[in-house]
C-alpha cells in the first residue's frame, strides 16, 4: 500500500480508495488532537509505520471521534476496542486472549479478522456489508451462522472448515464471494439460490464434487478456480451468458475443451498438455 503526507502526516492509501491516519508515537498528541479537530476519523496502528509504544490506551482520548481502525498486531491489550462505539471499519489481529463484543458497534459495516470463541456478537451485525474472516469454524459445518447478516455484499472466508454453503441463500445481497483454503467444502449448491452474485473466487478448495452447478449461477461477471484439483469439463460456462473473466489457474480440465472459453474478454490458466487451446489463442 501506498503513503500520502497530508498537512505533514501520513496517510495510509487502501485499495478502496478511502485513506487512514497513520499513528506515530513520536507525535502522538500531534495525532490526536489532528483527529479531534476533525480532520480525519480513520486510523491505522502499525509498529512497522512508527508506533513503538507497548499499549494502545490512547484511543480513549478518541473513543468517540473515529469511526475506523485499522490494528495488525496481536501485541496489545485490545479491550479498549469495545469502547469505540462509532466504528464503521474494524480491522484487527485476534491476540489470543481478549474478548471482542461485536455487539458494540452498531454502525459497523466492514469487519476483517480472525474467527475464535473470543469473537462474540457476530449475528448481532446486520449493518456489515463487508465481511472477513480467517479461521471461520461453525457446528454447523456451513455459513447458516452468518444468515441474519443479511446486508452483506462482500464474503471472503480464507482457511475455514466447512463442509457446504448453506446459509448463504440468505444473503440476497451478496455481490462477491472469496474462498480460500477450504479442503471440507464439498458442495456449492446452496449458490444457486444467488441471483445477485457477480463475482466468486475459490482457491485450495480441492473436493468440491459439483462445481458444474455454477452454470446456475447466471449473475457471474467474474470466475476465479484457482488451485481447485479437476473439473471435468468447463460444458458449464456456456449458460453464463454474463461471465466476462475466467480463471482456472492450477485447476486441471479432464476433458481439456477450451471451446467453452470462446468469447469471455479475459481467460487465463496454464497450458497443459492435451487442452485444445493455448493461453495465446484467447489473447486479444
Request: proline residues 1%; hydrophobic residues 35%; glycine residues 6%.
Amino acid at each position: 500500500m501506498t503513503t500520502d503526507i497530508i498537512d505533514g502526516f501520513k496517510f495510509q492509501n487502501d485499495l478502496d480508495g478511502s485513506k487512514k491516519l497513520i499513528i506515530e508515537s513520536s507525535r502522538l498528541d500531534d495525532c490526536i488532537k489532528y483527529i479531534l479537530d476533525g480532520n480525519t476519523k480513520s486510523i491505522t496502528i502499525n509498529c512497522f509505520q512508527g508506533y513503538s509504544l507497548d499499549n494502545i490506551e490512547f484511543l480513549k482520548e478518541i473513543s468517540e471521534v473515529i469511526d475506523g481502525l485499522h490494528l495488525p498486531e496481536t501485541k496489545f491489550d485490545i479491550k479498549i476496542i469495545n469502547s469505540l462505539h462509532n466504528l464503521k471499519f474494524l480491522g484487527f489481529a485476534d491476540n489470543k486472549k481478549d474478548t471482542i463484543n461485536l455487539s458494540n458497534f452498531p454502525k459497523i459495516e466492514i469487519l476483517a479478522t480472525n474467527y475464535s470463541n473470543r469473537l462474540i456478537g457476530l449475528e448481532t451485525c446486520t449493518t456489515l456489508n463487508n465481511l472477513t474472516l480467517t479461521g471461520f469454524n461453525s457446528k454447523y459445518d456451513n455459513l447458516s451462522e452468518l444468515s441474519q447478516l443479511i446486508y452483506l455484499k462482500e464474503l471472503n472466508l480464507f482457511k475455514t472448515g466447512i463442509k457446504d454453503l448453506k446459509g448463504i441463500e440468505a444473503l440476497l445481497k451478496l455481490e462477491k464471494l472469496e474462498i480460500f483454503d477450504a479442503n471440507k467444502l464439498k458442495t456449492i449448491a446452496s449458490l444457486t439460490s444467488l441471483f445477485s452474485i457477480k463475482e466468486l473466487r475459490l482457491q485450495k478448495c480441492k473436493n468440491i464434487d459439483d462445481l458444474h452447478l455454477l452454470g446456475e449461477v447466471r449473475s457471474l461477471k467474474k470466475l476465479i478456480i484457482t488451485e481447485c484439483g479437476e473439473i471435468e469439463s468447463l460444458d458449464f460456462v456456456e449458460k453464463l451468458e454474463n461471465l466476462d473473466f475466467l480463471s482456472f489457474w492450477d485447476t486441471t480440465i479432464l476433458d481439456g475443451n477450451l471451446n467453452f472459453c470462446k468469447g469471455i474478454n479475459f481467460v487465463g490458466f496454464k497450458d497443459k498438455k492435451g487442452y485444445s487451446h493455448k493461453v495465446s489463442d484467447f489473447r486479444k
